[in-house]
């Protein structure tokens, strides 16, 4: 038996890539190969971006300085010293004790949107009624002295607040001690803006001054309480009024 090729006829190097035609196509070898290129690229920066969000949220998640080590199985565990577990417990209940106060803000704005029957920002002021024998009080109409104040009209009281989400008022009213209620002539303030006015007296002798920029705002409040206090409209301003 021979154990030659037999009649297979072998052609030396001719399955041998041409390199003339390569050559000849230089845009082709270019467009083929840069997609390598940009995957690579692009992997590398999504790499960098996910190793800098690890990092951020490690920040975030983990106390300053907090010790890390390596047990024997090869995972990573955090060693917290007594005085280290103290302090974040008391973290912990410091935010929840925020949170609870939050809450409570919340539910008490939510209240009085639901049952005042008005409530606002007004700039308030006080002044005394003169008694008699008193001299007359100084002329204080050029005295900017306002305050910012949230009122609300809730029930037989007026409240007012220092801000919205206080839960409880710096100063009160009833309706049933409020003996005069009427407008007050307009005013400007320093900067420029035209306010509106009226006043509140009390059987005390305390008169609550209040004002505004919008002059709807304080028709509204003059009529809601000249209603709910049964007063007229047609009330002067007491002495030492502006």
């Not at 390598?36 to 920040?59: E, F, G, H, P, V």
């Not at 305050?147 to 220092?162: K, S």
């Amino acid at each position: 038996m021979d154990d030659g090729l037999g009649k297979i006829k072998v052609i030396s190097n001719h399955f041998k890539a041409s390199t003339s035609r390569v050559d000849s196509h230089p845009s082709l070898t270019s467009s083929v190969s840069q997609p390598q290129i940009d995957d690579s690229s692009r992997s590398s920066s999504w790499t960098r971006r996910k190793l800098r969000s690890a990092a951020y949220m490690l920040n975030l998640f983990t106390l300053r300085r907090m010790p890390w080590s390596s047990s024997n199985d090869g995972q990573e565990k955090v060693v917290l010293s007594a005085l280290e577990v103290e302090s974040l417990k008391s973290e912990l209940a410091d935010l929840e004790e925020r949170e609870a106060h939050l809450k409570a803000q919340l539910e008490n704005v939510d209240q009085i949107l639901r049952t005042a029957r008005l409530s606002g920002y007004l700039y308030i002021r006080t002044r005394w009624a003169v008694l008699p024998g008193e001299p007359p009080p100084l002329d204080d109409t050029d005295v900017d002295d306002w305050l910012p104040r949230f009122v609300v009209f809730q029930g037989p009281c007026l409240f007012f607040y220092l801000l919205s989400t206080d839960l409880s008022p710096q100063d009160s009213t009833l309706l049933l001690d409020i003996v005069e209620i009427g407008p007050l002539p307009s005013f400007t303030r320093e900067d420029e803006e035209t306010h509106y006015a009226f006043y509140i007296l009390t059987r005390l002798g305390l008169r609550y001054e209040c004002s505004s920029s919008s002059k709807i705002q304080v028709d509204s409040w003059l009529s809601a309480l000249q209603t709910d206090c049964k007063l007229g409209s047609d009330a002067t301003a007491p002495n030492g009024s502006m």
